[in-house]
RNA sequence: UCCCCAGUAGCUCAGUCGGUAGAGCAGGUGGCUGUUAACCACCGGGUCCGUGGUUCGAGUCCGCGCUGGGGAGCCA
């Protein structure tokens, strides 16, 4: 780089990362290092400083003695401070840690005081959430946010891997008839003064000429590209306008939509569960630190769940055979088990905690509770649908054959209440160079959730949104 | 949206039968020859979520509201 004027940039102020300053082989002298303070311990003669800066779980341990330059600032640190360090990188003399960081000179970037929330203690994770803006800087959180960016990377290193096409879905769009679930409004009209006839609000005025909302899937135009790519998939934001207070719904979250032509549902089950089993892996081999903070302190035995996972076949059953396993389980549950009724909660963790141990796919649901672009089967009354449902947080995957039929297609659109003209784009497919395809969505927190045993999405997403909550 | 539970110091929590507010951590001061969420001593710190009521008296009992959590529905 050549720096064209007199600005006094030297480019020169980068640092090591503490993961590179602990990665070292020998004793290194001069290392320039910055980070946030987690804890001070004051000696007489010696203060012990703990050193994040999220490149890895671990801390560095830095030393400043009495009489060492260094030692000038440390009366105004405190834990959350933000300081840069100079000094030799040696063993230590304690046990406890290999390397530690002789301090000969410490730079107090920005201070704390009495008020920083964040102390070296344990915080409940609800507090944790009230100040999201500094939980990335806990142990629980750092390692959260690690391993998410480890498996966003893992996701299109698998679909590229596999030759996917990486296609970017509107986010912004017209179909509200999707059936996945409520839409956020996007308008420019002015609130208090839309433009009416008839007391109905006249949407052909508004920027795009028509009623427009966020994205609830990708899944439809994703389905146009697969009708030219072969495979393809989404890895993108997706926004229900529910109001769902639950531990397992947020209203912005990334969803995973692979799709494929030339494929069926035992093709769709397939890429899941070689999907679902690569990213476990991934995380085994690429975040063992971070997953060893969360079998401790998290969910006890995740470790050996993720290397079981990671060996084991994923079980399929029919819809059919799912009632019948739940209805002779004895188990009593508050909702009643009977062929044509959805699968409550309830019996999905039975299925896949009690009765299967495991993920499982549950697949030929009735038709009519499953979505218009199912593809119907033999039978006429079951679709090829599959949900994956795995224990502790239930359905993570939804997915299905769809109907690549025509007039079989329209005939459901119709049934269903939504006019074909609407979608006339997805109904050409159907029209030109038709051809068998499946895909699947996948809600990546909900991944995040299996991987982390976290136990409430809000605390694998870094800004959650939910009804009532949209700051910071 | 519905059902259940909770809200006390900056944080985690205790507070008995309704009788006037407590601990640990954090913060401040001092001590300590290598500490590991250090330790020891002392000090400061409260709208008991808000509001209305019952009572001689409410953190405690009751109504309403707000916020948070768990569960359900919707789904990923």
Same mark, same amino acid.
């Given at each position: 780089m050549t720096i064209m004027n007199n600005r006094p940039l030297t480019g020169k102020s980068r640092r090591t990362s503490i993961k590179a300053a602990l990665a070292q082989e020998r004793e290194t002298p001069g290392v320039h290092l910055g980070g946030w303070v987690r804890t001070v311990r004051g000696g007489k003669e010696l203060t012990f400083l703990e050193l994040n800066d999220g490149s890895?779980?671990?801390?560095? #341990?830095?030393? $400043?003695?009495?009489?060492?330059?260094?030692?000038?600032?440390?009366?105004?640190?405190?834990?959350?401070?933000? %300081?840069?360090? +100079?000094?030799?990188? $040696? %063993?230590? &003399?304690?046990s406890g840690q290999?390397?530690?960081?002789?301090?000969?000179? %410490?730079?107090?970037?920005?201070? +704390?005081?009495?008020?920083? &929330?964040?102390?070296?203690? @344990?915080?409940?994770?609800?507090?944790?959430?009230?100040?999201?803006?500094?939980?990335? @800087?806990?142990?629980? =959180?750092?390692?959260? =946010? @690690?391993?998410?960016?480890?498996?966003?990377?893992?996701?299109? @290193? !698998? !679909?590229?891997? #596999?030759? !996917?096409?990486?296609?970017?879905? &509107?986010?912004?769009?017209?179909?509200?008839?999707?059936?996945?679930?409520?839409?956020?409004? $996007?308008? +420019?009209?002015?609130?208090?003064?839309?433009?009416?006839?008839?007391?109905? %609000?006249?949407?052909?005025?508004?920027? =795009?000429?028509?009623?427009?909302?966020?994205?609830?899937?990708?899944? /439809?135009?994703?389905?146009?590209?697969? +009708?030219a790519f072969s495979d393809v998939y989404t890895f993108g934001p997706t926004f229900r306008a529910e109001n769902s207070n639950t531990s397992r719904h947020v209203a912005e979250f990334w969803m995973i939509e692979p799709e494929m032509a030339f494929a069926d549902l035992g093709d769709n089950c397939r890429l899941a569960e070689n999907f679902f089993r690569y990213m476990v892996v991934h995380a085994l081999e690429n975040c063992a630190e971070d997953l060893k903070f969360f079998n401790d302190r998290i969910e006890k035995g995740l470790i050996d769940k /993720?290397?079981?996972?990671?060996?084991?076949? !994923?079980k399929i059953v029919t819809y059919t055979e799912a009632v019948a396993l739940l209805q002779k389980s004895g188990q009593k549950f508050s909702y009643a088990v009977e062929w044509g009724l959805d699968l409550q909660s309830e019996h999905e963790r039975w299925l896949t905690e009690k009765i299967i141990g495991g993920p499982v796919f549950v697949i030929d649901y009735p038709a009519q509770i499953k979505a218009f672009y199912m593809r119907r089967n033999e039978?006429?009354?079951? $679709?090829?649908?599959m949900d994956m449902l795995v224990p502790r947080v239930g359905e993570i995957i939804g997915g299905s054959q769809r109907e690549e039929r025509r007039e079989f297609l329209e005939a459901r659109m119709r049934e269903v209440g939504i006019s074909p003209e609407s979608l006339s784009w997805y109904l050409d497919i159907r029209r030109w160079g038709s051809c068998p395809h499946a895909g699947f969505g996948l809600g990546f927190e909900r991944l995040l959730m299996y991987v982390t045993g976290m136990e409430n999405i809000r605390d694998v997403i870094p800004f959650p949104r939910t009804p009532g909550n949209a700051r910071f």
């Open positions: 890895c779980f671990a801390s560095l #341990q830095v030393v $400043v003695e009495e009489n060492s330059p260094a030692a000038n600032d440390i009366a105004r640190i405190g834990t959350g401070a933000c %300081i840069e360090v +100079t000094g030799d990188l $040696v %063993i230590s &003399p304690a290999r390397w530690e960081l002789k301090a000969a000179e %410490i730079c107090l970037l920005g201070g +704390t005081d009495a008020d920083y &929330p964040l102390q070296k203690k @344990r915080h409940s994770l609800e507090f944790l959430r009230t100040i999201a803006h500094l939980r990335p @800087r806990s142990n629980t =959180f750092g390692a959260v =946010f @690690r391993v998410r960016n480890a498996l966003s990377f893992a996701v299109h @290193r !698998f !679909f590229q891997e #596999q030759g !996917f096409l990486y296609v970017q879905t &509107p986010i912004i769009t017209a179909n509200d008839c999707e059936g996945a679930g409520e839409m956020f409004r $996007v308008t +420019t009209l002015d609130p208090k003064t839309p433009p009416t006839k008839d007391g109905e %609000i006249v949407w052909g005025e508004d920027f =795009f000429g028509e009623k427009t909302g966020l994205t609830v899937s990708g899944q /439809l135009q994703a389905e146009l590209f697969a +009708t /993720l290397e079981q996972l990671a060996g084991a076949e !994923f039978d006429g009354h079951t $679709v090829a649908a």
